[in-house]
């Protein structure tokens, strides 16, 4: 079976791993500095956070950022549920706007109609491994006072311009977990360049402890603390992100100069702006393709090729959610990319022979 997803574990996390074991400091401590202090050079930023979660750094990124009980925070409704999860978990409520289906990303005109007087922040989602339209975010904000919180979960390497995943919004989210471009099993990374996020996010990070004195409770907090064992898988993938993040790059090419052509195989497009990491090679099936999704997505599978689809359910139709009173055909564009949408292996580790296979056996249904 060629997989959606493969970690590339090798020597030097082994090794790195058990010197942690045998140092005997296993939860957070000079590991997990190290990789903040690595991360943050990685991102051009001044600060890094570890968390143990993505989610736990976009949770923490928001109580960094002052979100409150009804507040409202504009996202996208085609990302991972932990993006709208996290607001909710502030009291803050999740407001959606739609996306483009060039990108999946926001569509910035499409957030200009949801700001209120109400809104205290915007999570733009880089989804797939390239960022959002950062210029046309920050001209409909202007020079009203609304943070950006970047979900950069999916897009460490990805470049908007000359800047990095990361430096785009006053705070960004990276996860590590395992099938992210790079990984330590579980883990998130929090960046900003702003020293007033970066402590209220340490702060959240421990039970709201002050970071001055011991036992010192300044705010609610949580344990999202990272484990040296884990930064020290974190640290080794660290080192191998321009390899990992060039082949995914390099395949992601050669699947489009190679896929080129079918109808209704609609490949993705790669923004002006913009330096896509691939985290998925996510084509769209539309009504052109000989078959229905479905049946494209079995013919793949019975020939051991693994295919998924991100996400199949766009939010703001999710259960938990009904409460916003959101209905089908509030967002078209996230709604349909969510019946359209198909991800194909990209990872480091497929070989040539192994893209042709897949090339080929696509080739071979549409004929
Ligand atoms: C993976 C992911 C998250 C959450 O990260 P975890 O490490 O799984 O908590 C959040 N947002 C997006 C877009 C993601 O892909």
Do not use: W
């Amino acid at each position: 079976m060629l997989h959606l997803s493969k970690p590339i574990i090798g020597k030097e996390e082994i090794k790195n791993v058990t010197a942690v074991l045998k140092s005997g400091v296993i939860a957070q401590g000079q590991t997990v500095r190290n990789l903040e202090t690595k991360f943050a050079r990685y991102c051009n930023t001044k600060y890094a956070i570890a968390f143990n979660s993505g989610t736990a750094a976009l949770h923490s990124g928001l109580y960094a950022l002052g979100i409150k009980k009804g507040d409202e925070v504009i996202t996208s409704p085609f990302t991972f549920i932990a993006t709208a999860n996290v607001i909710l978990m502030m009291g803050a409520r999740p407001v959606f706007a739609d996306i483009r289906k060039e990108d999946f990303n926001l569509n910035p005109e499409k957030v200009a109609e949801k700001i209120t007087s109400k809104t205290k922040a915007i999570i733009p989602v880089d989804l797939y491994g390239q960022t959002y339209d950062y210029d046309g975010l920050k001209s409909v904000i202007g020079k009203k006072n609304i943070p950006i919180l970047e979900d950069a979960c999916q897009a460490v390497g990805a470049k908007y311009k000359s800047k990095k995943a990361g430096q785009l919004g006053d705070a960004a989210a990276f996860s590590l977990y395992a099938t992210k471009n790079i990984t330590s099993g579980e883990g998130g990374i929090l960046t900003t360049d702003n020293i007033k996020i970066m402590n209220k996010a340490k702060m959240f990070r421990h039970h709201g402890q002050s970071e001055k004195k011991r036992y010192e409770y300044l705010d609610l907090g949580y344990n999202y603390r990272l484990t040296n064992i884990l930064a020290a898988i974190g640290l080794a993938q660290l080192n191998k992100i321009s390899t990992i993040n060039r082949l995914r790059i390099k395949n992601a090419l050669y699947l489009i100069k190679n896929l080129e052509g079918i109808p209704g195989l609609i490949l993705p497009v790669i923004g002006k702006n913009n330096t896509h990491v691939f985290h998925q090679f996510t084509i769209r099936i539309d009504d052109k393709f000989v078959s229905n999704r479905e049946k494209f997505i079995k013919y793949l599978k019975n020939n051991g090729i693994d295919s998924g689809i991100y996400y199949p359910k766009p939010i703001h139709l999710a259960y938990h959610l009904k409460f916003l009173n959101y209905k089908i055909g509030d967002f078209p564009v996230s709604e349909n990319m969510a019946k359209e949408v198909l991800s194909l292996p990209v990872h480091p580790l497929l070989t040539k022979r192994q893209l042709d296979y897949i090339i080929n056996k696509i080739k071979a249904y549409v004929n």
